[in-house]
């Protein structure tokens, strides 16, 4: 879509404010009855339809140079063919006031009245034009939201896509987790068990020491106990100059 800085558009609008005015000027000539102020009234359409005629044939040109290559200039056919169309239109209106006036400032009656019926056949070509735009801006700003809408619909199945995926990786991440408190809390039980199975064999053992210690008199108690100093002397220095 053009864009509103567009210096067509910039230009076309002064050429409409310029015809606007020159129309004004122009009733203001047909029904004014005093032949001074009818001279320079015609005076003043004619000035201005040359003016307007000129700054027309420049934005022909300009429409020239842009057709050579309209994708550099970011327009396409359609909007050339609409350009044309105006400077057309807007030509015509300005060469059919022009005429009416150079008719009326020459008293040729008849003839004034075939120029005045001819502008006044004209289309309005600024309200013709206008409407186009202002369609062709509807056209493409609902093409616009279109798009932007399926941009935002796509970006948010992207979202979802990549949160489906981290959702995926978290439950992952928590079975391997549970896997692993499943190992760990087997572990535990067997230490549990063995720790148990320790427990019985030192009571086991403590009872029968007792046993034994109850039976033998008090010299084999010593006895005992010097020989077992020995067994852990004897078993120190063999770990030691080993």
């Given at each position: 879509?053009?864009?509103?800085?567009?210096?067509?558009?910039?230009?076309?609008?002064?050429?409409?404010?310029?015809?606007?005015?020159?129309?004004?000027?122009?009733?203001?000539?047909?029904?004014?009855?005093?032949?001074?102020?009818?001279?320079?009234?015609?005076?003043?359409?004619?000035?201005?339809?040359?003016?307007?005629?000129?700054?027309?044939?420049?934005?022909?040109?300009?429409?020239?140079?842009?057709?050579?290559?309209?994708?550099?200039?970011?327009?396409?056919?359609?909007?050339?063919?609409?350009?044309?169309?105006?400077?057309?239109?807007?030509?015509?209106?300005?060469?059919?006031?022009?005429?009416?006036?150079?008719?009326?400032?020459?008293?040729?009656?008849?003839?004034?009245?075939?120029?005045?019926?001819?502008?006044?056949?004209?289309?309005?070509?600024?309200?013709?034009?206008?409407?186009?735009?202002?369609?062709?801006?509807?056209?493409?700003?609902?093409?616009?939201?279109s798009d932007r809408?399926?941009?935002?619909?796509?970006?948010?199945?992207?979202?979802?896509?990549?949160?489906?995926?981290?959702?995926?990786?978290?439950?992952?991440?928590?079975?391997t987790i549970h896997?692993?408190?499943?190992?760990?809390?087997?572990?535990?039980?067997?230490?549990?068990?063995?720790?148990?199975?320790?427990?019985?064999?030192?009571?086991?053992?403590?009872?029968?020491?007792?046993?034994?210690?109850?039976?033998?008199?008090?010299?084999?108690?010593?006895?005992?106990?010097?020989?077992?100093?020995?067994?852990?002397?004897?078993?120190?220095?063999?770990?030691?100059?080993?």
């Amino acid at each position: 879509m053009p864009s509103a800085q567009d210096p067509f558009y910039v230009v076309k609008e002064e050429i409409q404010e310029s015809i606007d005015k020159l129309q004004s000027t122009f009733h203001r000539w047909e029904n004014t009855a005093d032949a001074g102020e009818r001279s320079r009234l015609s005076k003043e359409v004619i000035a201005g339809c040359e003016s307007i005629e000129w700054q027309v044939d420049e934005l022909d040109k300009a429409i020239s140079v842009a057709s050579r290559d309209p994708s550099w200039y970011g327009i396409d056919e359609v909007e050339l063919e609409s350009r044309r169309r105006w400077t057309g239109d807007a030509r015509t209106q300005v060469s059919t006031t022009k005429k009416a006036a150079v008719a009326g400032g020459s008293k040729n009656n008849a003839s004034l009245n075939g120029m005045h019926r001819e502008l006044m056949r004209l289309p309005n070509s600024h309200q013709t034009t206008s409407d186009q735009y202002a369609s062709k801006d509807n056209d493409d700003f609902i093409e616009s939201e279109s798009d932007r809408q399926m941009l935002l619909i796509k970006k948010q199945d992207e979202e979802l896509d990549e949160l489906s995926l981290s959702v995926q990786r978290i439950g992952g991440v928590g079975l391997t987790i549970h896997e692993e408190l499943l190992s760990q809390e087997k572990i535990i039980d067997e230490l549990g068990n063995e720790m148990d199975s320790t427990s019985n064999r030192l009571d086991f053992v403590q009872k029968k020491v007792a046993m034994v210690m109850k039976k033998a008199s008090a010299k084999g108690q010593i006895m005992m106990i010097l020989g077992l100093l020995a067994l852990f002397i004897f078993l120190f220095i063999l770990v030691f100059f080993t």
